[in-house]
C-alpha cells in the first residue's frame, strides 16, 4: 500500500514559532534548505545541541534497546529538543532519493515512532520518495512533498511556492561550495578514506571520533565526496546493493581507491540493515577490484571499548604504511 | 525441459510448491531442515550480522543443491526490508563456494516472474494443455496451504484441551504428509474435511474450561516456522494456553502473490493508527494484528529475527499502545543462539501471568467466559 501524503490535516501553530530540527541521521545534507524553507515561511529553526553521552542517555530512556546507536542518539536529540521548549519538530520521511533505490526501512516510519515515543509534540514531515513519485526530477517532486508541509504550518499557495524556491537556490549554493572531498588535515604519510554513512564520517560521538585518532597516528583523513553524482559510477562495487547509504559508500569507495588512497575503513553500526549486507558484500568485491587497498571495517555501537577500537586503528595504519613503502620500493601490492 | 527446483523453506510452503513444480513437469527438491551444524557452516560464509531468516534459506538452499537441486527460487528483488538483497548475497556466496545452479529471482510479483520460470522450461510450455495447467498448479498450491492454515487453526484451538495432545500434534503431522501425497482437487477437499473433522473431535479434558488466549504476531519467519520459535505454540499449548496465529504460509503467499491482498486491505488501513507509510517486511500486518488481538485475546506475543528492522519499529510502537490498554505483551528476538533456558522461563513467567489475569477477570463479576472456539470457518 502506498500513503502519499501523511502531512497533519489540522494546521500546527509551533510555539514561539520555534521548529525543533534534529542535528543527526543525515539531515544535514538538506539543512541549509529546510533552514531557509521555515524561515521564508516564518519559522525559526532551532538545532539540537551536538551529540554526546547526555544524548545518548536520553534517547536510551525513550527507545527500545534494539535500535542501531544512531537512533537511539535521535531519540535524545528530540528529547533535548523538547526539553528547550520545542512543541513542533520536523522528522522528514526520507523514503527514496533517486528512483530504484530505498533508504533504511527505520527512516521511513521515523516520524511514526517519533510521534508515539514523544505524544507530547507535535511532529511536522515530508513525505520524500523519489522513486514512487510520479514526477521526474527531484526538485519538483520536493516541491510535492513541501507543499503539505507548509499546509500543516497553515501557509497555502503561494507562499510554500515562493519558501521552496528561495531555499533550493540557498541549498544549490551550499552544494557549489563544497566539491571536493573534504580533508580532515594537511599531511600525514599515508592517506586513510574514512566512509560510512555521512553522520558516521562526521559526527565525532557516533563516529568514536575515528578520523581524530587516525590524525594522531600520523595519517591524513578523507571522507566520501560531498557530491557523489561528481564521483565515478562504482561498477562492479556498486552492482546489486539496494540501499541508498549502501551505493554512497560503495560509490565513495570507487572514488578513493581511484584516486589511491593507502587505506579505507568502513564504518558500520551494529544492527544497521544496510551495513549488514552491504559492508561485507563490499569487502569481498574489493579483494577482487579494490587494487590490494588495505580495508578494516569498523562496527561500532555505545558500548564499542576505545582501547580495542585504538589498537585496531593503530594495527591498520602499521599496515598501510607498510604497504605503502612495499609499494614505493617496487614490492607487490 | 524440466528443472530440479526448490527454494528457501518457510514453515510447510514446500508442500505447496512440491504441487506447482509437479503441475508444470518439473521436480521439486526439499531441503533438509537446517540442524545446528548446517546453521554453523552457513554462519561462516553468511554477513556477520545479517538476519536469522538469511541464515535458514542459505542453509535450506545449500541442503537443497546437496539434494541435487539445479534451480533455487530466490525470494526478493524487491520491497524495503533487508529480503530485497537477500538474492544479491545469496548468489554471491553461493557462486563464490563454487556452486553450479540457475537462479532465479522472484519479486513481488510472483504471479509473472514464477510464471515466466514455469514458462520458459516447462515440458508443457508449448502444449494446449499450458494454461490450464498453470492455473490448476498456482490453484492446488494455495489450496494445500489453505488447508494446513485452517488444520493448524483447530489443533491450536484444541491442543490445549486435549487429554493427549502429543496425538493430536501427531494427527496433523500425517495429515500433512497425506496431503503432500494428493494432487487431485477432490481427494483435498476429501481430506480436508475428514483432517478437521479428526482434530475438532480431538478427545478433550472436560475439567479445562476458559483457558487464555494469546495472539502471536511477528515475523512471518518466525511466526510460522517452529524450529525458528522453538515450538513455541506447543509449548503454550503445555502450558495450558490457546495460542491464536494469524500467520501462515497461506498468508505469506497471498502477499507476495497479491491473489487475496484485498482481503488485507482492511486490516492495513487499521495500521496508520501507527504506521503512515509502510515499514517493510510484516510491519504493517504485525501492528494491525497487536491491534486486533489485543482487544481479543489474554496475552500477545510478539516474535522477530534478531535485530529485524521492521519489527523493531513495530515494537517501539505498539508497546506504548498494549500498555496503554493494560494487555500483556512479551517480545522474543530469535536467533540460533537462543537460549533454551532463557526462553523458557520467559514464556513460563509469561503464562502464569497470563493465567492468573485470566482467573482474576473471570473471578470478577460481571466477566464474560470464555468457550471453546469454533474452528470450523465458512466453506
Redesign the interface.
Known sequence: ???RD?APKRVITPVDGRVGVPRTLGFDELRVFFDTFFAQLGFHTVRSPRSGPEVLRAGSAR??D??CFPLKTFFGHVELLRDQGISAVFVP?L?SFAKGR?S???L??L???IA??FPELEVLTA?IDFHHARRKTFPRHLLDACRPLARSLGKGWPADVSAFRAAWRAQLEEDSRAESPVRAARGGDVTIAVLGHPYAERDEFLGLSVPRHLRRLGAEVVFSPKRLDAAPVGGPLEE????ETSHRTARAVAHHVEGGVDGIVLMTF??C??D??????LM?RLERHGRGVPVMRL?IDEQTASEGLMTRLATFVDIARHRKGRRGAGGCR | MSLRISTSQIGRLGVGMRTLAHELGHEWVDPRRPGLVDLAKTRRSSPEYCCFPFRLAMADIISALDNGADTIVFFGGKGICRLAMYQTVQQEILRREGRRFLPHVVSNDIRSSLYGLLRDHSPYARSMDYHRRTFAGFWKMMAKLKVIERWRRALYAVRPYARRPAEATAAFEELVQELARHDDVLGIGRLYRRGLEQLEQTPVDTSRRALPRVGIIGESYACIDESTNRNIARRLADMGIEVVSPLSEFKFMSVVTRLYYKTEAARLRRARLFFKAPGGGDSLLSAAYAQELGASCDGILHLYPFTCLPETSVRQVIEPYLEAKDVPYLHFNLDEQTGHEGFTTRLETFADLVHMRRRRRIEKPGAVRCEVAQTRPPL
Not at chain 1, 546489486?240 to 540501499?243: A, H, I, K, P, S
Not at chain 1, 549488514?276 to 558484500?281: E, G, I, Q, R
Open positions: 500500500m502506498r500513503y501523511d527507545c527500545i534494539e535500535v520521511r523514503i530505498n533504511c526501512p527505520k521511513h516510519v516520524p511514526d515512532l508515539s515515543a513525505y546489486g546493493l539496494y540501499y551494529f544492527a540493515g544496510p549488514s549486507y552491504a559492508a561485507d558484500t569481498y562496527i
